[in-house]
């Protein structure tokens, strides 16, 4: 558990003046009280401390600097109103407040960023915010609640693209897909792995995406009945999931349809950017470029709307020739049917296309 000021013999908080948003005296008059209702935590001789009048207080006391928008000073408070449910044993009470100090944290750090432009960066706050969401998402998994705990991850990862620290981003929406797909909900679980593969293409890291993408391909073929994440799947059961039948995917409801249809469009851009040389290129790659070869001429279009199927399928060919003023024409008649992220993959192919660099970049 988090070292909690004030509370167990823990130092007290140390603000800056008019740290919080409310001036030096709303500081000094917010410690003042603090130790106020601390002082009731000492033990005493013969004497029990009564922890849930001081949890009470605490958390009134938080309420109250969270509406004069104090909002570092109200984290330091559902700190310790958590240490309090930690001392009675109350474990979800204990997660809830981690749950708020992070959020306190999270939008101060927010504000913090709408007043000071987005060049501030992460702040002194973010790594009080991520202790709090990990201790708090992993007493929500031990309660058995694995979506509440991705809901913490969530939160953060968000928080995190939105400051424009996507690589940051990626291990929190990892962590959120994980547990969405553990706590039986892979649809959400698909669009956080979107998510990731988005914040991965931020950070031009093309291969990460690809390899996510693939991930989310498998969870997305298994539909609602899924069970495991796609997060930690091989490449072997990829492979096998590739070859899944058209019967078992016509069923899927149109939502994982759809985010079946991002995936593969999504993979085989990045295939055309990565050309992977055959020796490297993995089982579940080559088996959805077979679908856009030449060999595959009359092969059905399955999920994938017609047009988009024939279109990617002069793509890949004209890569295959090397024919840059063919895939120049297909990038115009491909730019309103692709999503502004695989149209920019598509520019990133004509670019590499013109000036090799061996890297897909």
Known sequence: MLSVPGVGGGPSPGFGPGEGGSGAGSGGDFLTRYRLVSAKLRRRFLRK?????????????????RAQESLPYA??????????????????GEAAALGEAARLWLRHDRELRLRQGPGLGLSEHLPAAQSCVA????????LG????????WLELGNELRAAGEPGEAVPALMRAADLLATGHLPLEALRCLRDVAS???????????????????????????????????SSGAAAAAATASSTVISQLPGAFLDELLHCEVTRVLLLLLLQPPPSKLLPEHAQ?????????????PGYVPSELF????????????????????????????????????????????????????
């Open 49 to 65: 401390p009564n922890v849930s009048e001081a949890a009470e207080q605490f958390g009134a006391l938080a309420r109250e600097l």
């Open 75 to 92: 984290a330091w408070c559902q700190l310790a109103v958590a240490r309090c449910a930690q001392s009675l044993g109350h474990a979800s």
């Open 135 to 142: 201790f708090g998402a992993r007493l929500h998994f031990d």
């Open 145 to 152: 609640q694995p979506a509440l705990a991705a809901g913490l």
């Open 199 to 233: 914040c991965l293409l931020l950070c031009r890291d093309h291969d990460g995406a690809l390899t996510v993408l693939t991930q989310a391909q498998l969870l997305a073929q298994g539909g609602p009945g899924t069970a495991a994440s796609g997060a930690g799947a």
């Open 288 to 300: 959805t470029l077979e679908k856009y070869s030449w060999e595959a001429l009359d092969a059905s």
């Open 310 to 361: 024939l279109l990617l399928q002069s793509a890949v060919m004209a890569c295959q020739e090397k024919d840059l003023e063919a895939l120049k024409v297909l990038q115009k008649e491909l730019w309103p049917l692709l999503t502004p992220e695989q149209n920019h993959i598509l520019h990133l192919v004509v670019q590499e296309m013109i000036s090799p660099s061996g890297q897909g970049v």
